[in-house]
């Protein structure tokens, strides 16, 4: 059954409104508040990286990717303080909690790392009951023993899962829904899928965006290299976002700006110029690694699900999804005014509800005066607070 079939008919959409590490890498016992906009600051080493690793690996895991396809270094997410129990097993947990037409969902994962790669616990909650629980009861196999709400003639349903997946991802594939507890379960499951899946983690890479590339490679990659390829196909289909990109890269690059167009080659590859009135068109490859990150943040801030890629959920109405952009070094080579402009356009993307923002910053006062009040949610490893 679709997710559009269980969750109640409502304008809610499902949304991550805090993650928790309460044991992965340098962070302990630590919750932090998400908003539609939320900029992590700190000094480096100081753990930002981590919470966008462990939101992008909660992502992963919701959209059914096996454990060790996430965890491709399980020891590399073991906290340094953590000490092996007399099995010598160590690990690792995450969690996060995702607003939405249920009310609050929580969702907690529990991962040994060492000796073996397992999910040994994971428990789902919400409307006040235990909704999904998973346990290792035997190390020797690979399942964990699941038991879900139900609320019919039994209270619970106990059964068999696979260790190297997310219980709550599998949920709608075992459960047939013919009881109220089995429907309160399944729109939990779905909500928090819906909302995990939507997420597109963003560094653009200068290095690698100075090449021309292939013109069908249309869906916008991580590191952004396909930014020329990109550029030509949102140029043709959405004018007016190509104008507020147009705008928003005459307010972050040196010189003048009077348009961003592409250009095909005999080669049959595509590249990227800057049009600068009377000094002729500029090859984006010439500019600098800030004006280069610039230009692909911009880009994804004003462009959605259709030319990004990402996964979302595909039985879910496109006005019912969100996507969060998570920008791990957002102001990374910007210069301060660079900064600032970035984040007035996700400030109005945001705004308008189909795009969040959770970025990584080195100091968050240089670059939030440009947000002209709009709320902005500012976590300080470890010491949160709204503006």
């Not at 109640?8 to 590490?21: A, I, K, N, Q």
């Not at 340094?80 to 607003?99: E, H, K, L, N, S």
Request: hydrophobic content about 40%.
């Amino acid at each position: 059954m679709s997710a559009s079939g269980l969750l109640p008919r409502t304008e809610l959409r499902p949304t991550v409104s805090e993650l928790r590490l309460s044991a992965f890498k340098r962070h302990r016992r630590a919750a932090f508040p998400l908003g539609p906009l939320t900029l992590i600051s700190g000094p480096s080493g100081s753990g930002k990286s981590g919470v966008l690793e462990a939101y992008a690996a909660l992502a992963r895991l919701a959209g059914g990717a096996r454990l060790p396809e996430v965890f491709p270094d399980p020891a590399a997410y073991i906290p340094r303080w953590a000490r092996p129990d007399r099995q010598g097993r160590r690990g690792f947990r995450i969690g996060c909690t995702v607003d939405g037409p249920v009310g609050p969902v929580r969702l907690d994962v529990a991962v040994q790392a060492e000796p073996e790669l397992r999910i040994v616990g994971e428990r789902l909650t919400g409307a006040g009951e235990t909704l999904l629980e998973t346990a290792l009861r035997d190390p020797g196999r690979r399942c964990v023993q699941a038991a879900w709400h139900t609320a019919g003639a039994v209270a619970v349903t106990r059964a068999p899962l696979p260790d190297d997946r997310l219980a709550t991802s599998l949920l709608p594939l075992r459960v047939a829904g013919t009881t109220e507890g089995q429907r309160l379960a399944l729109s939990a499951a779905e909500q928090v899928v819906i909302a995990l899946r939507s997420v597109f983690p963003c560094d653009p890479r200068p290095e690698r965006m100075r090449a021309p590339v292939p013109p069908r490679d249309g869906r916008l990659r991580g590191g952004c290299e396909n930014l020329a390829a990109v550029l030509r196909r949102t140029s043709r289909e959405c004018g007016s976002r190509h104008a507020a990109l147009v705008a928003a890269v005459r307010a972050g690059c040196a010189g003048p700006v009077e348009g961003l167009v592409t250009e095909g080659r005999a080669d049959g590859v595509v590249r990227a110029l800057l049009e600068q009135g009377p000094l002729g068109p500029m090859p984006v490859e010439r500019l600098g690694d800030g004006e280069l990150r610039y230009i692909a943040l911009a880009l994804v801030l004003l462009t959605g699900p259709g030319v990004l890629a990402v996964d979302p959920a595909t039985d879910v109405l496109p006005a019912r999804q969100v996507l969060t952009v998570l920008a791990d070094g957002f102001d990374r080579c910007l210069d301060r005014r660079q900064a600032r402009e970035l984040l007035g356009v996700a400030a109005r993307m945001c705004a308008r509800g189909h795009i969040r923002l959770v970025g990584t910053v080195g100091a968050v006062g240089d670059v939030t005066g440009a947000l002209g009040g709009a709320p902005v949610t500012v976590v300080n490893l470890g010491r949160e607070r709204v503006c």
